[in-house]
């Protein structure tokens, strides 16, 4: 008989081994996904991980937007991953991107067409409110009247792409569009573009947030009091309580962090690489986000490596879509194929495998 033993302590073997598991059960099952679809699965595999970076006639435009597809994944699962370790489910990055851009596009074209030195800096500070206030809503719900916050911030995802919608077709349209929905372009409006900071780089100050998040994310959790708390909370919530922890403030904190940077996401992506506000502007970054943090567990730098892991499987999908004539719901199930596995073989951290004949009791 097979059965699962609890493990005294966690497997340190397992924890950095079950990401590298699960993106190899990953291709395996991909790869069986893409052959039953008729297509050549070592192909498929080696389109979406390898010719990104050395495809000789590819890899000149897919390196750059490594890094663009990357950035958004990186601020927001940072932000995520704090609540996570604490305890806090998060579950609507999504819905706070959407509104960081919102705030961020809105001071733009509030401010359209003056051109400015102080105009991008507002529309940053607008956009890590907005996903900061966004958040707060069931940070408040929760420390007040103990709503449940993964029901309560996945449920304004909806409220959010509504008020996305709204915003692209009526106050955000743009009045010189022709009637066509969406706002002005703001990489057309200098003071507000956030365009690439080394040409041909694809590197843009949302990229550069990124890196920054994840240094700042280390020091805080491994130098600072703020960390310490967070960590204790996660793994042993009572013995946080008699450490002189404060439930309710650190809900409050770590919500209200991993909304700012969502929101932050959403500001670099509307004054960047998406450009306005739209109705389709939204690309699923807040819940994708939800598996690099798992897969890098929870930790920063893992997050960073993972992010591009991600980030390639984006750029990849897209090249497996043109070359190979892929499906898209291929790929984003590829993708998700990431986190069942990797939920799935978690469960080594914590137990083992025995087999044998159980003892009677």
């Known amino acids: 008989m097979i059965r699962l033993e609890k493990r005294p302590t966690p497997s340190r073997f397992w924890t950095l081994a079950t990401p590298l598991l699960a993106v190899i059960l990953t291709m395996i099952a991909g790869g069986l996904l893409f052959a039953f ?3 050549d699965p070592l192909e498929a595999i080696r389109t979406i991980f390898w010719d990104p970076l050395f495809h000789p006639q590819f890899a000149s435009y897919s390196r750059p937007q490594l890094l663009v597809k990357t950035g958004p994944l990186i601020l927001i699962a940072i932000g995520l991953s704090l609540g996570f370790r604490a305890g806090i489910w998060n579950i609507g990055a999504e819905g706070q991107y959407i509104i960081g851009a919102i705030c961020g596009a809105g001071v733009a074209l509030a401010f359209y067409p003056l051109e400015a030195w102080y105009v991008f800096p507002l529309m940053v500070i607008a956009g890590a ?5 966004w958040a707060m809503i069931p940070a408040l719900l929760k420390t007040r009247f103990r709503t449940n916050e993964i029901l309560v911030s996945l449920l304004l995802v909806y409220v959010a792409e509504e008020l996305l919608a709204s915003m692209a077709l009526g106050l955000m349209r743009n009045p010189e569009g022709g009637g066509f929905p969406g706002s002005r372009n703001l990489q057309q409006y200098p003071a507000a573009a956030n365009g690439e900071l080394i040409a041909g780089t694809g590197m843009h100050w949302g990229v550069a947030a990124a890196f920054i998040a994840v240094i700042l994310a280390y020091v805080l959790l491994n130098r600072h009091m703020l960390g310490f708390h967070i960590r204790l909370t996660g793994q042993s919530p009572r013995a946080a309580r008699f450490a002189g922890v404060r439930p309710n403030a650190l809900i409050l904190i770590c919500l209200g962090a991993s909304g700012a940077l969502a929101g932050l996401a959403g500001l670099f992506e509307v004054a960047g690489p998406a450009g306005q506000i739209s ?4 690309q699923g970054y807040g819940f994708t986000a939800i598996i690099v943090a798992f897969l ?3 930790h920063p730098v893992g997050i960073l490596l993972a992010g591009l892991l991600m980030g390639l499987t984006y750029i990849g999908g897209d090249l497996a879509q043109f070359m190979l004539g892929l499906p898209a719901a ?17 469960v080594l951290t914590n137990y083992r495998i025995r087999i044998g004949r159980t003892e009677a009791a």
């Open 330 to 346: 291929a790929i984003q199930a590829f993708q998700g194929m990431l986190l069942f596995f990797l939920l799935g073989v978690d």
């Open 37 to 39: 679809l008729g297509k």
């Open 296 to 298: 890098g567990r929870l």
């Open 279 to 282: 109705i389709d502007f939204n």
């Open 129 to 133: 409110l907005g996903g900061w206030a």
